[in-house]
T-cell receptor, first 112, second 116 residues
């Protein structure tokens, strides 16, 4: 299994541009998550999904959107990039409640 | 608000020594705790977890201790190796998650440096 994969690894955006961060897992996990990690800080939950077609907001959802059309994929959309969205974004998945979350390698985003 | 925090931002140890990383939490209703290791440029990696009905759990070279009285969590690494150098995060489930772990709250992390 490849586990959780994320693309791209690094991206530079101009203010106001949009982009989609891709996340795919091949472990048949029901739960998927998006986190952001700012320098020297822990991870903050942006959005999560408990199954295909079901998504919900986390701690810091403003400026982001998600969709979950399949079990495997959970893309994160930035519509109007702002400098405050400069961060490292991690996608994670877990089988269900009470189980470990597995993280992808992250996408480093710089908004200038 | 509720939070998970760390006592020390950095810890430097000699190779072969034991390491202890501490974490304080404020939500008395938290019932699931996880320790993650994050190496530079990588995503967090699960190390060990513990539920609130336990006070100690052991893994390979790692032990997690939970003191619910003082809301304190610690990670002990035995015979620390250079490959253990990383940032270590504790995480917990907040009160309104219904006991599930799909809403983890992370602390800021402790940077462990192992000197050869």
């Amino acid at each position: 299994n490849a586990g959780v994969t994320q693309t791209p690894k690094f991206r530079i955006l101009k203010i106001g541009q949009s982009m989609t961060l891709q996340c795919t897992q091949d472990m048949n996990h029901n739960y998927m998550y998006w986190y952001r990690q700012d320098p020297g800080m822990g991870l903050k939950l942006i959005y999560y999904s408990v199954g295909a077609g079901i998504t919900d907001k986390g701690e810091v959802p403003n400026g982001y959107n998600v969709s979950r059309s399949t079990t495997e994929d959970f893309p994160l959309r930035l519509e109007l990039a702002a400098p405050s969205q400069t961060s490292v974004y991690f996608c994670a998945s877990s089988f269900g409640t009470g189980s470990t979350q597995y993280f992808g390698p992250g996408t480093r985003l710089l908004v200038l | 608000g509720e939070s998970v925090g760390l006592h020390l931002p950095t810890l430097s140890v000699q190779e072969g020594d034991n390491s202890i990383i501490n974490c304080a939490y404020s939500n008395s209703a938290s019932d699931y705790f996880i320790w993650y290791k994050q190496e530079s440029g990588k995503g967090p990696q699960f190390i060990i977890d513990i539920r609130s009905n336990m006070d100690k759990r052991q893994g390979q070279r790692v032990t997690v201790l939970l003191n619910k009285t003082v809301k304190h969590l610690s990670l002990q690494i035995a015979a620390t190796q250079p490959g253990d150098s990383a940032v270590y995060f504790c995480a917990e489930t907040p009160r309104d998650s219904g006991g599930s772990n799909y809403k983890l709250t992370f602390g800021k992390g402790t940077l462990l440096t192992v000197n050869p």
